[in-house]
């Protein structure tokens, strides 16, 4: 595929978003300083260290109490909470090692695919409320990525609702599937698998820089199968995912960038395609992305999935 030398608007693969893919943008001067904003302290002050958690009440435990591997809290300053019938919801941490300064990637990929588990453990527990619609699972790292504190953490966000978004998804799935008789994600991959935007893929995953992406460096990995949500990944598609992801973040490493990185479950509808989406941001989203929706992409994905190939 010849290199982008153009601006391109794309359209998302289903839903009605555009994205400008502008390569010249690369190239516009830069005045402001963007600092980050995580707030780095000692591990003696670290809410997330072993030390500071002996009087909170834990969810989920993985190893012995008193040497364990991931730890399930609930957050302290929820915005969402079962007591609060204005606001009804679930809000999660997932502390991701006991140690104060290795991140994911630095991690065994054994231990990245059993935070898999966990993620799939509380999932299903949390499904298991009736009044709850949407479960989100992230990671933010980096100040830029909306991270308040350094020691390696996720989390789970669910709620009563179903944001419009995800809500408006759900529906072009389906209405993709009653005209082709097929699952849009499971076409996707099919036209992704030997094309430009290929990162990576084994028996059981593949990985690739979406036709449209809205972030710099944006990738997703999906499970071949067909599987609706993260409780239906098995023990081998765990460490299918862990060890690619591994890779990738040690690549945005490369390129010093914050990430966000997410799975999306609508809790009612049971016929959608698991994907983790990752996002660097290493860009800005300015007056164009707020004011009109279209975002401006200066990286083409194509030269994005070339970096993480290398």
């Known amino acids: 595929m010849p290199k982008l030398t153009k601006p391109e608007i794309r359209k998302d693969y289903i839903q009605e978003k555009y994205v400008i ?5 690369t190239q516009r001067p830069h005045e402001l300083e963007r600092p980050e904003q995580v707030t780095y302290v000692d591990k003696d002050k670290c809410v997330f260290c072993p030390d500071n958690l002996k009087n909170v009440k834990t969810l989920l435990t993985i190893g012995l109490e008193n040497d364990w591997q991931i730890k399930v809290i609930a957050n302290i300053f929820p915005a969402v909470s079962l007591d609060n019938p204005k606001a009804y919801g679930i809000q ?3 502390i991701e090692t006991p140690h104060h300064h290795p991140e994911i990637e630095d991690l065994p990929t054994e231990h990245i695919a059993k935070l898999l588990e966990v993620y799939s453990e509380r999932t299903k527990t949390i499904s298991k409320n009736d009044k709850i619609e949407y479960i989100l699972i992230f990671k933010n790292n980096g100040g830029h990525a909306g991270a308040s504190l350094m020691h390696a953490h996720s989390q789970i966000f669910a709620t009563q609702f179903l944001p419009p978004q995800l809500f408006d998804k759900s529906q072009k799935q389906q209405e993709y599937k009653l005209k082709h008789g097929t699952c849009v994600y499971c076409d996707v991959i099919k036209d992704e698998i030997n094309g430009p935007r290929l990162i990576y893929q084994d028996e059981l995953v593949i990985a690739f820089t979406p036709y449209a992406s809205m972030y710099n460096y944006e990738v997703w990995i999906m499970p071949k199968r067909h599987l609706d949500n993260i409780t239906m990944l098995t023990a081998e598609e765990r460490m299918s995912f862990a060890n690619i992801l591994k890779k990738l973040l040690k690549k945005i490493n490369e390129l010093n960038l914050p990430y966000n990185y997410y799975f999306h479950q609508v809790v009612h509808d ?11 941001r290493g860009s800005v989203w300015a007056g164009v992305e707020i004011g009109s929706g279209i975002v401006i992409n200066p990286i083409p994905p194509e030269e994005a999935a070339e970096f993480y190939r290398k």
Do not use: G, N, S
């Not at 893919?21 to 943008?25: K, M, V």
């Not at 016929?271 to 660097?280: A, E, G, N, V």
């Open 270 to 280: 049971t016929d959608q395609h698991l994907y983790l989406k990752i996002t660097p």
């Open 21 to 25: 893919i502008a390569p010249q943008r």
């Open 92 to 94: 999660e941490v997932i």
